[in-house]
């Protein structure tokens, strides 16, 4: 084993035993409630303003500050994803001990459908914590919403939804730090992390990411973190609602892409070495059971949403049993 690859699993070991968190360490779903001005938060112009709420968990009730957040889904959902703050040393002796702020990934809109996609998208996320240790973790959550301001067509209802870990979480578990910069040089990242990632968007069918800026942002990437440990760059992707395996009822492919439909797959990755590559689709190939597995055990997926994710997901190992093949055909496409 390459001595960097070995230095890197032991700060990752020692790490996460340091930085360990019960939020994540459990992936039993969290009954939370969730109780404040629903109505006035979604009304408000700015969306950087933080209004108070009340959250509940394990029998704790924890006084918070909630904003909206994302880009798109602003736009797109009548219940858009949301930003908890915690007051400082407000979080002793609870599940969310430690945690200061956290992205909430709701249901985006009432129906059935939408709740489904949040389920997707969570399952998502698991499936690269099975790839890659350097990966976001997830909770999921059943939440009560109370709008108390008493304007919502229901006032009290229930819903799926999930945690993301914050960003200063995961550097410190992987034994790394958060990295800002406008872009990303040859030889300054980890090439087998990089192929993991390329090949897991491919996986999923996500093609809403990139490794140079976004529109509007001044720094790399979209859609994918940058993490440095060990003075090596790593990516870390999220946000996957635009992705095939969640097929969301709003997503639309990038016209730049060339697709009709989102779960259309496309490679994307960028240039890395043909090992590099060929590891990423022998590790991923192996754990297909683990990834199904994933799938199979979600909580609240209807069983036509299990099935169609089965077939999605099958229809990329039937083309990765060829690890060459596959390889060299995205070779061609890379970037």
Same mark, same amino acid.
């Given at each position: 084993m390459p001595f960097r690859k070995l230095l890197l699993l032991v700060l990752l070991a020692v790490a996460s035993r340091a930085g360990a968190s019960s939020l994540f360490e459990d992936d039993t779903v969290l009954e939370v409630s969730l109780s404040g001005p629903l109505s006035s938060l979604f009304e408000e112009q700015d969306d950087r303003t933080e209004l108070p709420f009340l959250l509940r968990a394990n029998g704790v009730e924890h006084s918070i500050r909630v904003r909206v957040r994302g880009n798109s889904r602003k736009r797109v959902c009548g219940f858009p994803p949301l930003r908890i703050n915690f007051a400082a040393g407000g979080t002793t002796q609870s599940v969310f001990a430690g945690q200061e702020k956290l992205k909430l990934v709701t249901h985006c809109r009432d129906s059935d459908a939408a709740q489904q996609d949040t389920l997707e998208e969570y399952a998502a996320y698991r499936i690269f914590n099975v790839i890659s240790d350097v990966s976001y973790k &997830?909770?999921?959550?059943?939440?009560?919403?109370?709008?108390?301001?008493?304007?919502?067509? !229901?006032?009290?209802?229930?819903?799926?939804?999930?945690?993301? !870990?914050? #960003?200063? !979480?995961? #550097?410190?578990? %992987? /034994? /790394?730090?958060? %990295?800002? &910069?406008?872009?990303?040089?040859?030889?300054?990242?980890?090439?087998?992390? #990089? #192929?993991? %990632?390329f090949v897991f968007e491919y996986l999923i069918g996500n093609t809403d990411w990139s490794l140079v800026a976004a529109d509007g942002d001044d720094t790399c990437c979209h859609n994918v973190d940058l993490f440095d440990i060990g003075s090596i760059h790593h990516y870390v992707p999220y946000d996957f609602d635009l992705s095939g395996l969640v097929n969301a009822r709003y997503a639309r492919p990038d016209p730049s892409v060339g697709n009709s439909r989102v779960t259309q797959r496309v490679y994307r990755g960028y240039c890395v070495s043909t090992d590099a590559l060929k590891n990423a689709l022998s590790d991923i190939k192996a754990r297909r059971v683990d990834i199904l597995d994933v799938i199979k055990q979600l909580p609240g997926l209807s069983e036509k949403s299990l099935k169609k994710a089965e077939k999605y997901l099958d229809q990329f190992f039937a083309k990765a049993n060829n690890v060459d093949k596959t390889a060299r055909s995205f070779e061609r496409r890379c970037l």
């Open positions: &997830v909770r999921l959550l059943h939440i009560t919403y109370t709008d108390t301001d008493g304007l919502l067509d !229901e006032n009290s209802f229930s819903r799926y939804g999930f945690f993301i !870990e914050s #960003a200063t !979480e995961l #550097a410190d578990r %992987v /034994g /790394g730090q958060p %990295v800002h &910069v406008t872009g990303i040089s040859p030889g300054s990242y980890d090439s087998q992390q #990089a #192929a993991t %990632v």
